[in-house]
């Protein structure tokens, strides 16, 4: 009986501390002007800054009335984030970078600025 009840409990140690664990990496940006006010309809893309990427490493949305956008990646990774307003050539733009985590909402903000054509990119 005592090996059973050993057998039973070491089953329940093994089954339990073998589970493969599948987490999730969610995240948050926020876009805004310099004095912090939410801007929405900003073109936000996140891709990771790296030649040969994966095509799943590239996301695009438009922030919502709230000035944020998100998405989530199935893969620890640092995103290149840029956030741009108007057509070719844009007429703000910001950007920065963002870490995600494992089973946590990462957040960071993006400050649009006027765009400078003598003064490309970020």
Same mark, same amino acid.
């Given at each position: 009986?005592?090996?059973?009840? &050993?057998?039973? &409990?070491?089953? /329940?140690? %093994? %089954?339990?501390?073998?589970?493969?664990?599948? =987490?999730?990496?969610?995240?948050?940006?926020? *876009?805004?002007?310099?004095?912090? /006010? &939410?801007?929405?309809? /900003?073109? *936000?893309?996140?891709?990771?800054?790296?030649?040969? +990427?994966?095509?799943?490493? +590239?996301?695009?949305?438009?922030?919502?009335?709230? #000035?944020?956008?998100?998405?989530?990646?199935?893969?620890?990774?640092?995103?290149?984030? %840029?956030?741009?307003?108007?057509?070719? !050539?844009?007429?703000?733009?910001?950007? #920065?970078?963002?870490?995600?985590? !494992?089973?946590?909402?990462?957040?960071?903000?993006?400050?649009?600025? !006027?765009?400078? =054509?003598?003064?490309? #990119?970020?």
């Amino acid at each position: 009986m005592k090996r059973i009840i &050993a057998l039973f &409990a070491f089953s /329940v140690l %093994l %089954l339990t501390g073998c589970q493969i664990e599948n =987490p999730t990496y969610p995240f948050r940006i926020k *876009v805004t002007n310099p004095s912090g /006010v &939410a801007i929405q309809n /900003v073109t *936000v893309e996140a891709s990771v800054d790296v030649p040969g +990427y994966r095509e799943e490493a +590239y996301f695009i949305g438009v922030t919502g009335l709230d #000035g944020i956008v998100e998405f989530e990646y199935d893969y620890e990774a640092v995103f290149k984030v %840029l956030g741009t307003r108007g057509e070719n !050539p844009f007429t703000h733009i910001g950007c #920065g970078f963002i870490k995600l985590e !494992p089973n946590k909402t990462v957040e960071t903000e993006i400050v649009l600025l !006027p765009y400078d =054509p003598s003064d490309p #990119g970020c």
